[in-house]
Structure formats: structure tokens, C-alpha cells
């Protein structure tokens, strides 16, 4: 599920930044729709995987479906999706799934905010077969930030939201940073050095580049790549004792079909991090992919015409 007071919340002051920021745009480049209500209907398959000691942990991730819906120059912008059914037969287990996200597009600042907790993952390796984990569970909480350093004429919302329409080519660096929480419970026939849980806190700094590609009056391309690196702030949580460097790297990338009042999107995200603890290396991706549809109007109920 993804929806909570917390997001509406977040939702709203993000809100405010946004609009604030509109009037900066390069109208050559950008311009918002007409239609004053954005509604949109998605499916979506989000999924928190990680890997240790040459062994991959994978939860059986559900299919969501969700709604959404934005009314310019107000404070509502809101999605709700819910978890259909396990991807993967029972065979693979069942999975625990507490996923929130914000994804936020201001004209110069890009907020992503994340609260995801799975519980119950299964690897499936050579040697023998299907094993299942209920009780091994991993959580992160994360924010990260980007500044568009050109954002009056590339546009986060045309790319990744559908509000906004991108007229022509643009591109633009990306100065950005994250701050992130991980716990990771192991189940109790686990064999990790330390056989323990883990709790790990990083803050780092991350470069990248973002372009949106207009083919024509109706396809775009855009993508966005962030790498940096993040610093352990309190390292004793890890078990090292030492404060180590952690390579990240971002990805955001979007295929958008787009008419006067409606658009198809195709939007991936990955966001890979990594721990050490206990002398192992823990390789995390969080991987989201969604296929939406957004319909813009300036009235959701139609009025009658009067008879004469």
C-alpha cells in the first residue's frame, strides 16, 4: 500500500514548492496543461531485492494497481495502490509489504522520500532449489534530494509525472544527496557472519545528468543518472568499527506517449545502495516499474445540456 497522513502531508508542502517555482519556466520549452484535473490509473511492480556472500534474497513482490489524482493550483495530489496478488506461486512464500513512497518534481528540486518494509524473502539457487525465509525482513527509509541546475527548460514533471508538456530537447546537471536508514532481520536458519540484525545509517553526495528527448509531438524519452557516494555516520552499528564509503548510483528513467488530454507512461526507477557489515557486503536495489495512464480534464462530471 502506498498512502498515508505522512504523505498527504509531504504531499501538500511539496505542493507548495512546486507552484511556487512554476513561473520560472521557460515557456519555449515547458508549458502546463490546460485542463485543470489530472487523473491517473497505473499498475505497478515494486521490489526491494538484496544480495550476500554470492546469494541473492528476493521477496515474492505483488502486482499493484492504483489511482491518482492532482488539481492545479490546489494542495490535493495524492496516489493509493494496493497489492493485488504474489507475482510468484506459494512455492516462493508470502511477503509482508509496507511500501511508501513520494516521488515530488519541483522546477529546480526533485524529492523522493522512502518507507519500505518487506518481510519474507526466498533465494533460489542452483544447488538446491527454493528456500524460504518468513521471518528474514529488511527495511529502508530513505530521502534523497536532487537541485536541477537547468529546470526552466527540463522538465521532471513532463518526464515522470504528466503535468507538464515538453515542447523541445533539454538537458540538465544534477547536484543531489540522500540520507538513509536500513535494518535488516535475519531468519533463524541464516548463516551470516554476526548472525545478527544490523541496523546501518548513511548520508552522502551524489553528481549526475538529466535529458528528456522529444522524438516528435508525441513521444518522449527522459532519463536521469546519479552517482555519488555515502559515508557511515555512526559506523559501530555495523559491526566494522570503522567508517566506510559506500558507492550509490540512481536511475530514473520514463517512455511517455502523449496527446492533448491523455498520455501513456512507462516509468522505471532503481535505486541501488550498499552495506558492509560484519566483513560482508550487502548489494541492495530498489526497483520500481510502472505503466500508467493519465487522463487531464477540467471537469470529472460532465454537465447536462438543458433541453429546450
Known sequence: MKFSCFALFILIVCNYES??????RDTSYIKSYSQKILL???????????AVGGKTFSPNNQLNVGVGIAIKNTVINALYDVGLVPLK??????????????HNYGTHLMLDLFLQKY????????SHGIFVYPNLSFTQIGAEG???????????????????IQFQSAGSFILGGGAYLYRLGLDSSM???????????QVGVNVGYGYSWVINDRWLLSGMLKLGANAED???LSGGGKTKIYPTAFLRGSSVYQKPDWSVCF????????????????????????LSYTRHLNSIFKKKKSRQ
Open 146 to 164: 536532487s537541485y536541477i541546475f537547468n529546470g526552466n527548460k527540463f522538465s521532471g514533471r513532463a518526464a515522470y509525472e504528466q503535468s507538464e
Open 119 to 126: 518481510k519474507g524473502f526466498y533465494d533460489n539457487d542452483i
Open 19 to 24: 507552484r511556487a517555482q512554476t513561473a520560472a
Open 234 to 236: 555512526e559506523p559501530e
Open 40 to 50: 491517473t490509473g497505473y499498475v505497478a511492480d515494486n521490489t526491494l531485492p538484496f
Open 191 to 201: 548463516s551470516i557472519p554476526g548472525n545478527q540484525s544490523i541496523r546501518n545509517f
Open 267 to 290: 516509468l522505471m526507477l532503481i535505486n541501488n545502495k550498499t552495506i558492509y557489515a560484519y566483513d560482508q557486503r550487502y548489494s541492495l536495489a530498489s526497483v520500481d516499474l510502472q
Open 89 to 102: 506461486g506459494a512455492e516462493y512464500g508470502k511477503t509482508n509489504i509496507t511500501d511508501l513512497q513520494v
